[in-house]
Each structure stands twice: as C-alpha cells, then as structure tokens.
C-alpha cells in the first residue's frame, strides 16, 4: 500500500509544457502585483543611509503611502514585469537541469542543489538590466534624493508618466555608464541569487519530508509545502541578505567593487548594517513563497499529462 505521507515530485517529463507556461505566466505576474509594495521597500531600506529616511518596513510603507499614494508604491512596476521572461527561463532551466542531473545522481538534494544554482545563473543574466532600471525608478520620490539619477519631472516637482520616467532614467545610465552600467552589480547578483536559489529549493524539499513525517497520513501535500516555502525562504534570505545590501547598492549608488562596498557599510553602520531590509524581505518572501509554492505545485498538477493524473496522490 502507498504511503500517502511520501511527497512525489514531478519531473519534467511529466508535464504539458503548452499548460506548463501558459499557467505559469499568468500566476508569476499574481505573485509580482501582489508583493512589488515590499520589494520596493526593501530597495529603499537598503541604499538610505542609516535610518536617515525610513526607521522600518512599516514605517516606509505609511511614508511612502502618504507622499505618494499607492501609485508610490509600484513606481518602476511596469519596467518589473518584463522579468517574467526571466522567470520562465528559470523554471526552464530547473526542470531540465533536474532531469540532466539525474542521469548522476537520483539524490534529490543533490538535484536541486545544482538546477537550484544553475537556473539562477540563467536568470539573472536577464534579470540585472531590468533590476537596475526598475531599481532606479524605485528611488524616485519626492523631496530627497535616494539614488544616482533622478528623473527631470521630479526635480521640478511634477510627476511624469511612467513611460517617460523609464526612458530618461535609460539616458542617464547610457550617458554615465554606456552599456556597462546596465550590468552594473551582475557579479554581486550572481553572488546572492545563486546561494539564495540553491539553498531554497534543497530546504524547501528537506522542510516539506520532515513536515511530511510529522502530519498525520491524511493530510494533503500543499499543506505542509505551502508551511515549508516560507522557511525555506527565511533561511535562505538569512543567509544571503548581507550580499543583497550590498548588490543593491552597488547597482543603485553606482560603485564598481564590491569589496569597498563592503568595507564603507561596515565602517558607516557596523554589522547591522548588512541586514538592513531582511525584514521587508522576508515578509514579501513570506505571501509571496507561500503563493508560489501552491502555486508552483499545482500549476505542476495542472500541467500534469493526461495519462499520469490517477496515479498521482496529493
């Protein structure tokens, strides 16, 4: 007899791919309109200068609400979604290096591991140029200057339309940087994203068997994966959070080394200072893990071939 407490997972080979990415777009952008607020936040909590600005999450969320209205809280959003082509890539990219590893090795640590880093690889090196546009236009506000361009409108005190915005933030980086400075923070990002993708998905698995033995036999799946993507993500945030501060401000102040970026955070704030905005991301992680992870399993389930849905149980 089966014992419904043992997780199956689906492999690439199981899946519709026409289902597989139709749903998956339509969720990715769920997820992006529904966590974007925090991913803003945690952008601004991390370039300002002490807490020269904001003095928490919740304390950015009520200014920023306040000067600019929730269109405040979305400013680059638009430049944001064209990383859902960046998403499928990486989806892509772990479902098949699962399925290469496995000709090595049947370990399903040692699979996500591996498809974990690889299709953060991927990813980012589509994601950084959308990253730092989008970053920039996150640093838009009015009053103080955050970041290193600011778009004409707002000098003036008059908005422009989000468009408008995205094409001169463009001209500043070409006039300062040229093509370079749109892959500016590429190595740091490899740096936190690989570790952050890596570690996700092995704890994810080891937190959702452990659940798994923990929950009586009737419990659905979803349940104790959906409880398992959320510490998976804490962990991993954790972990990689002091190099995010510092990609974060390497794309957006415009410094070259890592290095001395380091350095000048630990001499201005100390320690401290590289968790700066762990909070806001691990509460954007949080929803936003637990949608991914319902949704992510399911939209496996629903992409599922045809001949292989009643051997399935969830």
Not at 42 to 70: C, E, M, N, P, W
């Amino acid at each position: 007899m089966e014992d419904k407490r043992n997780i199956q997972i689906i492999e690439w080979e199981h899946l519709d791919k026409k289902k597989f990415y139709v749903f998956g777009v339509a969720m990715t952008m769920m997820i992006r309109v529904s966590v974007y607020p925090f991913t803003l936040i945690r952008t601004r909590l991390q370039v300002q200068k002490g807490k020269s600005l904001y003095h928490g999450t919740f304390d950015a969320f009520v200014k920023i609400l306040r000067a600019d209205g929730v269109a405040g809280l979305y400013r680059g959003f638009l430049v944001n979604t064209f990383t859902l082509i960046s998403g499928q890539c990486y989806v892509t990219t772990y479902e098949l290096t699962r399925k290469f590893v496995a000709d090595y090795s049947q370990s399903n640590t040692v699979k996500s591991l591996v498809a974990g880093g690889s299709a953060s690889l991927v990813a980012q090196s589509i994601t950084v140029p959308i990253d730092v546009v989008s970053q920039h236009l996150m640093m838009q506000r009015k009053g103080e200057k955050m970041g290193r361009f600011q778009v004409r409108g707002n000098l003036e005190g008059q908005g422009v339309i989000a468009f408008g915005q995205t094409k001169d933030i463009i001209r500043q980086i070409l006039r300062a940087d040229g093509l370079r400075g749109f892959y500016r923070g590429y190595v740091a990002s490899l740096l936190t994203y690989i570790p952050n993708s890596a570690v996700w998905w092995p704890f994810y698995h080891f937190y959702a068997e452990q659940l798994s033995r923990l929950c009586p036999q009737e419990c659905p799946h979803i349940v104790f994966q959906a409880i398992s993507g959320p510490l998976a993500a804490a962990t991993a945030s954790i972990l990689t959070n002091p190099m995010d501060v510092i990609r974060t401000r390497v794309q957006v102040e415009g410094k070259s080394s890592i290095v001395l970026t380091f350095r000048q955070l630990m001499a201005e704030e100390g320690p401290w200072g590289l968790m700066k905005g762990l909070s806001a991301r691990i509460i954007s992680a949080t929803p936003s893990t637990i949608v991914i992870v319902v949704g992510y399993e399911s939209l496996k389930k629903l992409s599922l071939r045809p001949e292989l849905v009643d051997s399935r149980h969830w």
